[in-house]
């Protein structure tokens, strides 16, 4: 009872922490914000001990401690720098926070350590603070352009085996759209995260349901019909693949950078999302042409839980998609 207790207090301060830094007026009361956020998570992570998430919980508050320094001291010394677009100086601790390029490296590895709900919590809300600071200051999307090329992450994804270390890279990738997204219009990027967040809550309660934590497992249990056109239609959405519901939110973005002109920014986030299928495709490979590895002695696993709503999302999504682009 207690550690229920515990955890909802650390959750309740979580939620509490994110919105104090984007209900906030000032810098100062932002970056407090950040640093609350950053105690609050801390336990969270460490609810089920092991040394695994210690090792991962110790990397990630020494990574935001390190940018909340950066952060604090850009904003207090602004005339130490008056040679330098400041706004650029700010940027880059919150990038280090986002782990987008140059500083994504950590991510993946320190994703490792963690159970699946301290992922889901660290792919998905912990993205909103940092990105709502970013959109506050008024940068030229160009430059934000040459800061997210990630190339460098994208190749390095291409040889993962680890679904933590797949959904983490996957997850710098689409923050890079949502970047865009919330530097052009805040609506955008409230459509993107809400379809990014329902895509990894629901891939990733399949993962923690069955316990399965890299892609070679998928072909050590026999897979129902139902819960390989599931998980295939999932993965296929967070691809971004038409007519999945994930091709939404990447629609809704390319649909507004060609009316701002953006065509260069545009077949960049394209060609680096095709670049990064085959960390998908992978995947893919078990669920469709695994029915030579199965023999009979493999245990027969009872699939009793209901993915209808995944199905329904999935298969009106082009609906879904008339009504918020038209």
């Known amino acids: 009872m207690n550690l229920n207790l515990t955890k909802i207090m650390f959750m ?11 209900s906030s007026s000032n810098w100062l009361s932002m970056w407090m914000g950040l640093e609350l956020n950053l105690f609050a998570i801390i336990p969270i992570f460490n609810m089920k001990m092991s040394i695994y998430s210690v090792e991962s919980t110790m990397k990630y508050f020494l990574i935001q401690a390190f940018a909340s320094i950066l952060l604090l ?19 880059l601790p919150l990038l280090m926070k986002l782990s987008l390029m140059p500083f994504h490296l950590w991510l993946p590895s ?14 998905t809300w912990q993205k909103i603070s940092p990105m709502i600071m970013i959109s506050y200051l008024n940068t030229n999307k160009n430059m934000i352009f040459l800061i997210i090329l990630i190339f460098s992450n994208t190749i390095f994804g291409m040889n993962q085996n680890s679904f933590r270390k797949i959904l983490a890279i996957s997850s710098i990738n689409n923050s890079s759209w949502m970047l865009f997204a919330i530097l052009m219009n805040e609506n955008l990027w409230i459509n ?12 990733i309660n399949i993962l923690n349901k069955y316990n399965i934590n890299y892609i070679n497992q998928l072909k050590f ?3 129902n019909f139902l819960f390989k ?6 993965i296929l959405s967070i691809m971004g693949l038409p007519p999945m519901l994930g091709f939404i939110m990447k629609w809704m973005l390319i649909k507004n950078l060609m009316y701002n002109n953006m065509y260069l920014i545009m077949l960049m986030l394209i060609t680096l999302t095709i670049m990064n299928l085959y960390m998908y ?17 493999f ?9 209808n709503y995944i199905m329904f999302m999935n298969f009106f999504s082009i609906f879904f998609a008339y009504l918020i682009l038209y």
């Open 281 to 297: 495709m992978k995947m893919m490979y078990f669920i469709l042409f695994n029915y030579n590895l199965m023999n009979k002695w």
């Open 221 to 223: 249990f026999n897979m």
């Open 12 to 22: 309740n301060l979580l939620m509490f922490s994110t919105l104090m830094t984007i």
């Open 73 to 91: 001291m850009f904003l207090t010394y602004k005339s130490m720098f008056f040679l330098i677009n400041n706004n650029m100086l700010i940027i």
């Open 229 to 234: 056109i599931n998980l295939l239609m999932l």
């Open 192 to 203: 993107y995260f809400i379809i990014y967040s329902m895509l990894n809550l629901m891939i």
């Open 299 to 307: 245990k027969q696993m009872k699939m009793n839980y209901n993915y």
């Open 110 to 123: 320190m994703v490792e350590g963690l159970n699946w709900s301290s992922c889901l919590i660290m792919l």
